[in-house]
T-cell receptor
Framework: DAEITQSPRHKITETGRQVTLACHQT?????MFWYRQDLGHGLRLIHY???????NKGEVSDGYSVSRSNTEDLPLTLESAASSQTSVYFC????????????FGPGTRLTVT | GQSLEQPSEVTAVEGAIVQINCTYQ??????LSWYQQHDGGAPTFLSY????GLEETGRFSSFLSRSDSYGYLLLQELQMKDSASYFC?????????FGGGTRVLVKP
């Protein structure tokens, strides 16, 4: 069955370190998204991609970067982790541009100490 | 830009009906989605309204009125397993913007 996975599921890192969160989907979806979820803020879009070599900034992109070298993967990198980036991170994918139904991964809980 | 407002919490008993309202301000908006998220879990898609009116999917229904910039999710015959957070999300510019979520607590 097609799925979307994230790794690691839990991560503790120190301020200033570079961290990369992995997202892998086997739906063969063109669209992929990264969100962060904090209490009281719902889901906020960090970056998104509509296909290989395409990346776009979301509403909270400062301090994060992504790259898309194939259809299946969209890794999220925190260049220099900050305590404000402690959050739960969700990756999602969708079938076509503009289609509303997104499929979410299980999430990564990141703690920056 | 976009913003979506929904109540923070709703409590109801098993078998009851709950309506979660969502009001929005957005530009280029073309649809309203609803997602369910259980504690510790990932959001899962419930429904999508591209046109005005009511969409029914089993015990859940969703409504959209573009003229009023308003939608709602109706949960009928509430069950304990419906205790979760529910998010409305506006679709515009090829991506989703989520509301802050409504936590629904179902009591026996």
């Amino acid at each position: 069955d097609a799925e979307i996975t994230q790794s690691p599921r839990h991560k503790i890192t120190e301020t200033g370190r570079q961290v990369t969160l992995a997202c892998h989907q086997t739906w063969n979806h063109n669209n992929m998204f990264w969100y962060r979820q904090d209490l009281g803020h719902g889901l906020r879009l960090i970056h998104y991609s509509y296909g290989v070599h395409d990346t776009n900034k979301g509403e909270v992109s400062d301090g994060y970067s992504v790259s898309r070298s194939n259809t299946e993967d969209l890794p999220l990198t925190l260049e220099s982790a900050a305590s404000s980036q402690t959050s739960v991170y969700f990756c999602a994918s969708s079938e076509s541009r503009g289609r509303s139904e997104q499929y979410f991964g299980p999430g990564t809980r990141l703690t920056v100490t | 830009g976009q913003s979506l407002e929904q109540p923070s919490e709703v409590t109801a008993v098993e078998g009851a009906i709950v309506q979660i309202n969502c009001t929005y301000q957005t530009s280029g908006f073309y649809g309203l989605s609803w997602y369910q998220q259980h504690d510790g879990g990932a959001p899962t898609f419930l429904s999508y309204n591209a046109l005005d009116g009511l969409e029914e999917t089993g015990r859940f229904s969703s409504f959209l009125s573009r003229s009023d910039s308003y939608g709602y999710l109706l949960l009928q015959e509430l069950q304990m397993k419906d205790s979760a957070s529910y998010f409305c999300a506006g679709a515009a510019g090829n991506k989703l913007t989520f509301g802050g979520g409504t936590r629904v607590l179902v009591k026996p």
